[in-house]
Structure formats: structure tokens, C-alpha cells
T-cell receptor, first 117, second 113 residues
Framework: GAVVSQHPSRVICKSGTSVKIECRSL??????MFWYRQFPKKSLMLMAT?????????EQGVEKDKFLINHASLTLSTLTVTSAHPEDSSFYIC?????????????FGPGTRLLVL | SQQGEEDPQALSIQEGENATMNCSYK?????LQWYRQNSGRGLVHLIL?????REKHSGRLRVTLDTSKKSSSLLITASRAADTASYFC?????????????FGEGTQLTVNP
């Protein structure tokens, strides 16, 4: 149980375009979803936390107008990288947690590798 | 802000040997978790230890937690080549809500066949 999927797994886009990444919890209700960014051989950097039906809470230094997060249902959150630039190229990973004891653990998606040309 | 720090940054051992990775943190925690990441993939949850626990086992994994020293260790016994991955500790701080985790820098483990 506790499976999280992410789509797409890999995306290449031109500079200036927007890219949407989907994160879905497949077998549990995710009351909270998290979006991380990871650079090569580095740790995960939390970008934002989103709760279903409410606005996302962004970490310091993360532009909310640049990285739009929507958590429309208990099983789906989306991250849209708007007007992407080469410096936005990175590995983006989402995670989801439920309520109760399952809420203590975050279940991670497989990640999305974004390359902006 | 809290940060998990792990050592060593990289560890290379032979199959069958034990691997020990350490993690230190700075603030009071609700729990500490260990995750594993294969190259280019998402993270897999390994084990969670709560602040009132001192040791936990899961298969070949043994985790200890010393809240007085604000440190934890992950021991993998009888390592296998398939254990090759990056291992991260993550802390759920008391001061934060919503199970927000802070990740350490990770230890890259290589198990040579």
C-alpha cells in the first residue's frame, strides 16, 4: 500500500514554456502533499507543502508565482513550473502523507526530471 | 532551522560486511526517519523511530536514536550489492506541524560484489 505516482517521469521543454507535473496517491487519501527539488548528488530541498483544498505553504526563497501548486483533491496535487528557464532544470519529487499514524510517514513518487533548453 | 547531517558522505564496502551510517540533528524531534534512494529514483521509506524509542529493527536494518546526543545511526547487516543507494535521514521537528521533514545530506553507500 501507500503508492504515489508522478507524471511525467521526464520532460524536456523550451525556455519560456510552462510544465505541469502531477502527483497522485493511488491507494490512500493524501491530506498533505509535499514538493521537493533535488540537485545532482544533493539532498532534497522542500519547496512547498499543500493541504487539500487550501493554498500551499511555500518555503522561504521559493517563488509561489513561479511554482504553482494545486491540491484539488485528496489524491492529486499538481506543480506547474511557469515560464521555465534552464536554471529550473532539476529533479522534482512529490510525497504524500495521510492522516493518523500514516501521516507520520511521507510516501514518495518516483520523481520527474525536468530539462529546460 | 534544523538540519540533518550525515556521515560518512560516502561509504564503500564489500558484500557481506555491515554498513553503518550516522545522522545528527539540532532541534527536538517527534520522530526520525530513514529513507533510501536509488539513483534517479524517488525515495523509499525504510524505518521510523519515535523520540521515545531508542532502537528499532526491520529485517537487516537496525536504527538507534540518542535524543540526548541528537543523533541516530542506521546499520545494515550482511550487506548486498542491491543495497547500493543513497541513504537519507529525515527529522520531523516538534516545532513544525504537518509532518514536515528536514532531510540530511545523505550517505552514498556502494556495496561491491
Amino acid at each position: 500500500g501507500a503508492v504515489v505516482s508522478q507524471h511525467p517521469s521526464r520532460v524536456i521543454c523550451k525556455s519560456g514554456t510552462s510544465v505541469k507535473i502531477e502527483c497522485r496517491s493511488l491507494d490512500f487519501q493524501a491530506t498533505t502533499m509535499f514538493w521537493y527539488r533535488q540537485f545532482p548528488k544533493k539532498s532534497l530541498m522542500l519547496m512547498a507543502t499543500s493541504n487539500e483544498g487550501s493554498k500551499a505553504t511555500y518555503e522561504q526563497g521559493v517563488e509561489k508565482d513561479k511554482f504553482l501548486i494545486n491540491h484539488a483533491s485528496l489524491t492529486l496535487s499538481t506543480l506547474t513550473v511557469t515560464s521555465a528557464h534552464p536554471e529550473d532544470s532539476s529533479f522534482y519529487i512529490c510525497s504524500a502523507s495521510g492522516s493518523g499514524r500514516i501521516g507520520e510517514t511521507q510516501y514518495f513518487g518516483p520523481g520527474t526530471r525536468l530539462l529546460v533548453l | 532551522s534544523q538540519q540533518g547531517e550525515e556521515d560518512p558522505q560516502a561509504l564503500s564496502i564489500q558484500e557481506g560486511e555491515n554498513a553503518t551510517m550516522n545522522c545528527s540533528y539540532k532541534t527536538s524531534i517527534n520522530n526520525l526517519q530513514w529513507y533510501r534512494q536509488n539513483s534517479g529514483r524517488g525515495l523509499v521509506h525504510l524505518i521510523l523511530i519515535r523520540s521515545n524509542e531508542r532502537e528499532k529493527h526491520s529485517g537487516r536494518l537496525r536504527v538507534t536514536l540518542d535524543t540526548s546526543k541528537k543523533s541516530s545511526s542506521l546499520l545494515i547487516t550482511a550487506s548486498r550489492a542491491a543495497d547500493t543507494a543513497s541513504y537519507f535521514c529525515a527529522t520531523d521537528a516538534e516545532e513544525t506541524s504537518g509532518s514536515r521533514l528536514t532531510f540530511g545530506e545523505g550517505t552514498q553507500l556502494t556495496v561491491n560484489p
